[in-house]
């Protein structure tokens, strides 16, 4: 258990959050299809007339339908941002590239905003705010636009079905939160409790798959470093509350990584002596794990502290 003790924080603000997003979507997808439905009726008419309107010789009458299908789940983005009507997982025809087990349950810890704690007498949830599904989650979305400055790091997440052969699980949102480059979560350290980045929700698609745009976590006093996550099978309609994830678990960054990053860009001094002080046996997390279980929660890396960084980890449950 992370037993950091809470910072202060200043009272949470409120938006419209994921069920008025949803509605949104949902009456522009209705509007789009009357409008496709009455051109494509305009434009069946006119050939109609055109066809046939010279044969003076007959009379006939006759009526051009349209119809339009649509999918139950849909989806828009900008920049660098997504949403998706997605109610509810699946598990698809597809595979993972491995094996795969079960990833153990760990804390949520002191910083989750996941609204299943409170900061100065307030309950503090980004799950409920507008704007929180989204893949590049650099920057602020509540009320600044600050971007977390670090190593740049995509990373992405692949959700499988460790009691079905690992077949990916589609439809599930995925919210994922870590420390910036300076040890300090967002909405609740010193310095940052106005700002949101590093905190974002994704939708496993059909291979089971989301990738987040990030930076590269911190080093901070008695922690390896790490990347927090929760899995909510539901979709985004079940994602408005830590209390309702299938699981809640974080990855382990790699040590080469954690070394090249750390020695190698200034803004992670600070984690130099934090990080020389920690192991994966010593942490207070991953210090329980067998070697399988922390073979898939550390993510694969490849790339550079000048280029970035870019990788992929597992993620097993089982529906």
């Known amino acids: 258990m992370d037993n950091r003790e809470h910072e202060e924080q200043g009272a949470p603000r409120h938006g419209h959050g994921l069920a008025e997003d949803l509605a949104a979507i949902g009456r522009e997808m209705f509007a789009r299809r009357r409008a496709l439905a009455f051109l494509a009726g305009t434009g069946?008419?006119?050939?109609?007339?055109?066809?046939?309107?010279?044969?003076?010789?007959?009379?006939?009458?006759g009526s051009?339908?349209?119809t339009s299908s649509s999918s139950t789940t849909s989806s828009s983005s900008t920049s660098g941002s997504s949403s998706s009507t997605s109610t509810s997982s699946s598990t698809s025809g597809g595979t993972s590239d491995a094996s795969c087990i079960a990833d153990?349950?760990?804390?949520?810890?002191?910083?989750?905003?996941?609204?299943?704690?409170?900061?100065?007498?307030?309950t503090s949830n980004v799950l409920t705010q507008s704007g929180i599904v989204r893949s590049d989650i650099r920057s602020s979305f509540i009320g600044s636009t600050t971007t977390a400055?670090?190593?740049?790091?995509e990373?992405?997440?692949?959700?499988?079905?460790v009691s079905n052969g690992c077949a990916a699980i589609s439809g599930a949102a995925i919210y994922v939160w870590h420390c910036d480059a300076y040890g300090r979560y967002s909405l609740y350290s010193s310095g940052v409790t106005t700002e949101s980045y590093l905190r974002g929700v994704?939708?496993?698609?059909?291979?089971?798959?989301?990738?987040?745009?990030?930076?590269?976590?911190?080093?901070?006093?008695?922690?390896?470093?790490?990347?927090?996550?929760?899995?909510?099978?539901?979709?985004?309609?079940?994602?408005?509350t830590g209390r309702t994830a299938a699981l809640i678990s974080q990855l382990a960054m790699p040590a080469a990584t954690n070394t090249a990053v750390f020695t190698g860009d200034s803004t992670y001094t600070a984690s130099i002596a934090n990080?020389?002080?920690?192991?994966?046996?010593?942490?207070?997390?991953?210090?329980?794990?067998?070697s399988a279980q922390l073979a898939q929660m550390t993510p694969t890396l490849s790339g550079s502290v000048s280029a970035g960084y870019t990788g992929s980890a597992l993620i097993g449950i089982a529906t």
């Open 44 to 61: 069946a008419t006119a050939v109609l007339t055109a066809c046939g309107g010279d044969d003076s010789g007959s009379s006939s009458s």
């Open 64 to 66: 051009a339908t349209a």
């Open 104 to 122: 153990p349950t760990e804390t949520n810890g002191p910083y989750p905003a996941d609204g299943t704690n409170t900061a100065s007498g307030a």
């Open 149 to 153: 400055t670090g190593v740049p790091l």
């Open 155 to 161: 990373l992405e997440l692949q959700l499988v079905d």
């Open 202 to 240: 994704q939708v496993t698609d059909a291979e089971g798959k989301v990738t987040f745009t990030t930076i590269y976590p911190a080093c901070y006093s008695g922690r390896w470093p790490h990347i927090h996550f929760e899995i909510f099978t539901g979709g985004l309609t079940s994602a408005s």
């Open 275 to 290: 990080y020389n002080a920690i192991s994966l046996s010593s942490d207070n997390v991953f210090g329980d794990n067998t």
